[in-house]
């Protein structure tokens, strides 16, 4: 059964912390990508990583770093909260290609006060 | 740009009646086209993709290429249909997987 984690369900944190949203793949996948997800607006790529250490800014990458130091981990961090950043977010991963399937994590519930 | 547009957030329907939900895009090149679903409480899911042409719980996706569109239709909708829907096209030489704003879809009894 393939398994996209994510370390937490729901997360409470105030303004001006550092924190990190932490996304481990089981299924050897090349592409990993974080989203966030807001009633309205669907969901927006953050960032996506094709590779190791390869990283790509997607639509809103204000704010957020992230990183991969191992193929299956993938760290989204918001380098000092703040409140506009309270989402649902959402990391994924898919192998190599045009036409493979994106597997979801369950999803982290941000909430910044 | 890339874009990828959903024009309604919500699809109200009485089981039985037929569904459209429409999707239109944008881009370039020749994208390849997703439809997810994300039930109640569940992670988002792949429902179904353009290149294997196939009907998954009864729903299908016809890619217009003049028109740009990937609209998903269902002749008969199920209760448990009920759900949001996501258009995501994923454009060739990107590994990008952008989404539209999605569609909840709620099937009345």
């Known amino acids: 059964d393939v398994k996209v984690t994510q370390s937490s369900r729901y997360l409470v944190k105030r303004t001006g912390e550092k924190v990190f949203l932490e996304c481990v793949q089981d299924m050897d996948h090349e592409n990993m990508f974080w989203y966030r997800q807001d009633p309205g607006l669907g969901l927006r790529l953050i960032y996506f990583?094709?590779?190791?250490?390869?990283?790509e800014k997607g639509d809103i990458p204000e704010g957020y770093s992230v990183s991969r130091e191992k193929k299956e981990r993938f760290s989204l961090i918001l380098e000092s909260a703040s409140t506009n950043q309270t989402s649902m977010y959402l990391c994924?991963?898919?192998?190599?290609?045009?036409?493979?399937?994106?597997?979801f994590g369950q999803g982290t519930r941000l909430t910044v006060v | 740009a890339q874009r990828v547009t959903q024009p309604e957030k919500l699809l109200s329907v009485f089981k039985g009646a037929p569904v459209e939900l429409k999707c239109n895009y944008s881009?370039?090149?020749?994208?390849?086209l997703f439809w997810y679903v994300q039930y109640s409480r569940q992670r988002l899911q792949l429902l179904l993709r353009?290149?294997s042409r196939e009907s998954i719980k009864g729903f299908t996706a016809d890619l217009n290429k003049g028109e740009t569109s990937f609209h998903l239709k269902k002749p008969f909708a199920q209760e448990e249909d009920s759900a949001m829907y996501y258009c995501a096209p994923r454009m060739d030489s990107s590994y990008k997987l952008i989404f539209g704003s999605g569609t909840r879809l709620l099937v009345r009894p």
């Open positions: 990583s094709y590779d190791v250490k390869m990283k």
């Open positions: 994924a991963s898919s192998s190599a290609g045009l036409d493979t399937e994106a597997f």
């Open positions: 353009h290149i």
């Open positions: 881009y370039s090149g020749s994208p390849e």
